[in-house]
């Protein structure tokens, strides 16, 4: 069975500094990962995926996430947050026509 | 132009009675969902339907019945409202159908559903 941990619930950074947001999945089959946006009262947005390929996935509004097989991982990373970033962020894989979500991340970027 | 739309966007209504939420996607897609996203956030899949034929149906109640007139549109019926029913229902749509592990999916804005 496929399932997603996001390891923090929370994470609160100051304005320009970087932030990663961590996200593991375990899986016996090969997987197409995702990480969705969620702005406050909105719908989810996708910010990035990776099917494929380069293990480096460069997505919108600044955001990266690198795939690592060995370590099970598919964190998310922004070298300068801002105030706009926040938002609740999801990691998700895909099996079998269906997402199956991590518990969200709240990233809370402060002045 | 909106890519999947649902009506209404809040929702208020008392214990036990019916009520119907409406997605509709004009995105030409052949796969439409359902979400639920609970109070803690956590969002987990009700149904898939492809083409007018459900293909996913998650342990969800009975009183729970999705409903696809066309492959644009996907209902979502709730019978006898529970106070636990409380929460944002997500209708999201995709190009591939089932069995496809590639499944980039599209959200719309959410249903927030109040049952008193």
């Known amino acids: 069975a496929q399932s997603v941990t996001q390891l923090d619930s929370q994470v609160p950074v100051f304005e320009e500094a970087p932030v990663e947001l961590r996200c593991n999945y375990s899986?016996?089959?090969?997987?197409?990962l995702f990480w969705y946006v969620q702005y406050p009262n909105q719908g989810l947005q996708l910010l990035l995926k990776?099917?494929?390929?380069?293990?480096l996935v460069k997505g919108i509004n600044g955001f990266e996430a690198e795939f690592n097989k060995s370590q099970t991982s598919f964190h998310l990373r922004k070298p300068s947050v801002h105030i706009s970033d926040t938002a609740e962020y999801f990691c998700?894989?895909?099996?079998?026509?269906?997402?199956?979500f991590g518990q969200g991340t709240e990233l809370s970027v402060k002045p | 132009d909106t890519a999947v739309s649902q009506t209404p966007k809040y929702l208020v209504t008392q214990m036990g009675n019916d009520k119907s939420i409406k997605c509709e996607q004009n995105?030409?897609?052949?796969?439409m969902y359902w979400y639920k996203q609970d109070s803690k956030k956590f969002l987990k899949i009700m149904f898939s339907?492809?083409?007018?034929?459900?293909?996913i149906n998650e342990t969800v109640p009975n009183r729970f019945s999705p409903k696809s007139p066309d492959k644009a549109h996907l209902n979502l019926h709730i019978n006898s409202l529970e106070l636990g029913d409380s929460a944002v229902y997500f209708c999201?749509?995709?190009?591939?159908?089932?069995?496809?592990?590639?499944?980039?999916?599209?959200f719309g804005p959410g249903t927030r559903l109040t049952v008193l």
């Open positions: 999201a749509s995709s190009r591939l159908g089932q069995g496809a592990s590639y499944n980039e999916q599209f």
């Open positions: 899986s016996s089959v090969s997987v197409y």
């Open positions: 339907y492809n083409n007018k034929e459900l293909i």
């Open positions: 990776y099917l494929s390929g380069s293990t």
């Open positions: 998700a894989v895909s099996l079998g026509g269906k997402l199956i």
């Open positions: 995105l030409g897609h052949d796969t």
